[in-house]
């Protein structure tokens, strides 16, 4: 029996770019954790924006759901379709709309379609002597529309920002398939509204992102990296101000890990040196040039009471990269140790050092039998902050949750934090947003997604949780 749905999809995008079959489809309707998993009538790989729009409006008509998916590397459920949605649900992605549309030099520029994997435009900077700085450790499959879907960040924002920072035009497929065409090359643009702005952070809620131009830079000439034990965050953090009066902007990344993830991280992985005594370890960057000297910093450690004698300084870019290797290998040593209450958090740097001190007693005080796994982007305040049981199962970590996550955000909000550092919403923290978002804000946003979307056509149940629950 021939299935008119499935007909126009094929005739929309061509049979070979439909896949049906559940078994073909499931990679896509689980989320990278393994934590959600959904239903949906198909998953269609458009190759142009002109199928996109098609495809929104034949959806519109027919009342399906859209989940917009990219490399579905998301942490928190944002790329998956729901479970038991009363709606049927088709997945867009985006994997095979990705060619590199134009790179303007004079104009440190590049334009790119949003299939196009991270790693695909670090190389094609580099490979004309440019930089593009945005780096994750999902940058060989996270897609480049579904970085600026969630506003990414990763361990250079320090000095560059996120992708918001780094994101000069884009251009959108919305809800009526109409195309929103902001896809500029300028600095400056003071004409209205910067409408960008909306569809970055938005998770796919209120439209397909289809092309971007960003930002490039000059190449840095060389990069001294280091990995030093501190004694505390607060040490951490008085040498993140040394450093950065010394350097000033030149300091692009500044990472903390506790002895903790080390510990679990020699289970799974090999690990070349001997885990040092200290409770908290630093990985720095520092972009330099021709008049940097070694000593100059090292005596600025030493001044910071940093012992060098258990610090490494990358003397290869073979080593520079073995010291990135271990910082991005963290979070798939957590995934292979067991479930974890994860918690993607932001504070005030003023406020880092007693909300893990006090907030790290009262989940002990839970669950005595807990661990931690905490590291994340220091300099710029924001910590994966991680509380496990190793080889607990997803109903167990469930559990632990409904014990932990309350104490964490109420912990994070009344120090002026965020729930949410960089990893978004998605389906997993769509209620403690609604707990514990300015009450205004949250009207507003919703009003803007009922203007954009009166029919929740895009990515249902993400940020915003069904009416029914």
Not at 184 to 196: I, Q, S, V
Not at 358 to 370: A, R, V
Not at 425 to 436: A, D, V
Request: glycine share 6%.
């Amino acid at each position: 029996m021939t299935n008119p749905i499935l007909n126009q999809l094929y005739q929309i995008c061509g049979q070979d770019n439909v896949l049906d079959n559940p078994q073909l489809t499931d990679p896509y309707t689980h989320d990278w954790r393994k934590r959600y998993h959904g239903s949906a009538i198909a998953v269609v790989f458009p190759e142009t924006q002109l199928q996109i729009q098609e495809l929104v409006r034949f959806c519109q008509a027919q009342q399906i759901a859209i989940i917009p998916q990219g490399g579905n590397t998301s942490t928190c459920g944002a790329a998956t379709p729901l479970s038991d949605y009363a709606r049927a649900q088709l997945i867009i992605n985006l994997q095979r709309i990705n060619q590199i549309i134009s790179l303007d030099r004079d104009n440190y520029s590049l334009t790119v379609e949003a299939g196009c994997t991270l790693q695909q435009v670090q190389e094609y900077a580099s490979a004309h002597g440019l930089y593009f700085p945005l780096s994750l450790a999902s940058q060989g499959s996270c897609q480049i529309g579904g970085n600026l879907a969630t506003n990414a960040g990763g361990v250079q924002v320090l000095k560059y920002g996120m992708i918001r920072d780094l994101t000069l035009g884009l251009r959108a497929v919305l809800a009526n398939g109409e195309v929103l065409d902001g896809l500029t090359a300028l600095r400056k643009d003071n004409t209205y509204l910067d409408l960008k702005q909306l569809l970055i952070g938005s998770e796919g809620t209120l439209g397909i992102i289809t092309h971007a131009t960003f930002k490039l830079f000059p190449m840095p000439p060389a990069y001294c990296t280091l990995m030093f034990p501190v004694s505390s965050i607060a040490q951490a953090l008085q040498l993140l101000q040394a450093l950065k009066t010394y350097y000033t902007n030149n300091v692009s990344a500044f990472e903390i890990i506790k002895r903790d993830s080390w510990q679990i991280y020699q289970n799974y992985f090999d690990f070349k040196h001997e885990i040092c005594d200290a409770p908290w370890s630093i990985i720095c960057e520092i972009e330099i040039n021709n008049d940097f000297v070694l000593e100059n910093l090292l005596t600025l450690l030493e001044q910071n009471e940093i012992d060098l004698s258990q610090s490494i300084v990358a003397s290869s870019e073979q080593e520079r990269q073995y010291l990135w290797q271990l910082r991005e290998q963290i979070p798939l040593v957590e995934k292979q140790h067991g479930y974890a209450a994860k918690h993607d958090i932001s504070l005030p740097l003023s406020q880092l050092e007693d909300f893990v001190a006090s907030n790290s007693t009262k989940l002990k005080k839970l669950e005595p039998c807990g661990y931690f796994s905490i590291f994340g982007h220091l300099g710029d305040g924001n910590l994966h902050y991680n509380f496990g049981l190793a080889g607990a199962d997803s109903q167990q970590i469930r559990e632990l949750e409904q014990l932990v996550n309350p104490v964490v955000y109420k912990d994070i909000i009344v120090r002026g934090g965020s729930i949410s550092a960089e990893h978004g919403i998605g389906q997993s923290k769509n209620h403690w947003l609604q707990q514990f978002c300015d009450p205004v804000s949250y009207q507003l946003m919703q009003q803007l997604k009922q203007q954009l979307d009166p029919h929740n056509l895009f990515n249902p149940g993400k940020i915003f949780a069904l009416p029914q629950d």
